[in-house]
């Protein structure tokens, strides 16, 4: 699974964070492809019983996705490299947070999806967080945010779907920025 596990206020109520000891080290979620140095698979997310997640840090190299379901805890992926998804589909129940220092990029179908209504589950992406590598952030024609009322916010040097309203941005009552 992974290097350092750090448990705050337990492992049932408080926060989980998971981090590797070695720089730059590839991060994949629910999948396993050429190139995972740590892999975290469905079952091992979801025994993850804390309150919050969060996945790398700022040393981490990219993060992968595959197809995800993150349970019920508000989690957050941060990497000093890029966050990508080809045709992943992530459902999220709690507040969901991308970190990049570089880019961040879903494409080919890939989605994510809130499973939660009324409860103002937000999604927030953060591409070149450090503000000085250029990243940006990238939703392809086919690829889709929906949220069930909560606010999505996506920030980066660029930006893709560009625009105020972007038809594959989906709030339902919620705000988009």
């Known amino acids: 699974m992974t290097d350092t596990f750090s448990f705050v206020n337990g492992p049932s109520s408080g926060t989980i964070s998971m981090s590797q000891k070695t720089a730059g080290k590839k991060i994949c979620i629910a999948i396993s ?10 079952n091992e997310i979801i025994s993850l019983r804390g309150k919050m997640l ?13 197809d995800v379901d993150l349970g019920h805890k508000e989690t957050k992926f941060v990497s000093g490299d890029d966050i990508s998804g080809t045709g992943a589909n992530v459902i999220f129940h709690n507040n969901l947070s991308l970190e990049a220092k570089e880019d961040i990029s879903f494409i080919s179908g890939s989605s994510f999806e809130a499973h939660v209504s009324g409860l103002n589950t937000t ?23 929906t ?4 606010n999505v916010s996506i920030t980066g040097n660029t930006i893709s779907p560009s625009g105020s309203n972007p038809s594959n941005i989906i709030t339902n009552g919620g705000t988009y920025t």
Do not use: Y
């Open 147 to 150: 949220t069930r009322g909560g």
């Open 33 to 42: 492809t050429t190139g995972c140095n740590i892999v975290l698979d469905q």
């Open 54 to 66: 969060t996945v790398g840090n700022v040393n981490s190299g990219s993060i992968l996705f595959g």
């Open 123 to 145: 999604f927030t992406a953060k591409a070149d967080s450090d503000q000085t590598d250029g990243g940006g952030f990238t939703l392809d024609s086919t690829s889709s945010i």
